[in-house]
């Protein structure tokens, strides 16, 4: 009962905190309804007709398939590049000749532009759902990468030593002593990653007419709809912040609790 008690007050914290974050989502709609008083419909339609066009759309079966797609590429893509980006840092962290290796090929792979990955994408793999996913990956990988190899890198070796000399192990003290300061490194570079994964797959079902929200965005594009072309923009930033906020952000809160525990009662960060 203790544990049920303790989550649902985390999670009423957690709630009651994202007033401050609606109240700035707040003031970009004023902003936003600013524009249109300013520009009209034409150039940039009101928040309240994006919203309408939003409502259209939801109940469009053929949307709700293209928006799947997209989320599906776009999280595959994230996948990805955390696994095999955080895998290599962690790796590179730990030995100074890996970081010596894999730095300079990191680094020529996020010089590359994204454009120039969808261009060599299309030639590999056709105009299909595989450009877009090996876009993200390779534009995202980069940012875990360097998450995991600074977070490691930077962890207090004195602990470490400790805990070898009580007879810890490898897979103990990565686990007890590096994991909870590696959080603080990795969910930075994870919640940069997951926007990025959007705007890329985007991008690359736009240029490459593989469907998805891109082609849906292309074809309202092609039209001059600039309703829809909003109501898809509005659309994606919802994907993206639920992403954030409703997976990413909540795990790594209930991860660093260890951090309100030498704060006074009610301060929060």
Known sequence: MSTVLAFAGWAGRYLWSGWAGAAGLFCLAAAWQAGHELYG??????????????A??????AFRHA????????GLGFLLSVLIGTAAGIAAGYSFAAMRLMRP??????GVPPIAWIVLALIWFGANGGTAVLTVVVASLPISFAGGLE???TRDRTLDAM???FGAGSWMRLRTVTAPHLVSYLFPAWTTTAGSAWKVTVMAELLSNAGGLGGDLASARALFDIPRVTAIVLVVLGFALFREYALLQPVRDRLEQWRHAGLPWGVKR
């Open 151 to 153: 977070g490691v890198a």
């Open 105 to 110: 090929i990191v680094t020529v792979i996020l």
């Open 56 to 61: 259209h759309l939801v109940h469009n079966p």
């Open 163 to 165: 805990a070898r000399s």
């Open 41 to 54: 419909s034409f150039i940039l339609p009101s928040p309240l007709e994006t919203g309408r066009e939003v």
């Open 67 to 74: 928006a799947a797609e997209t989320a599906l590429r776009a």
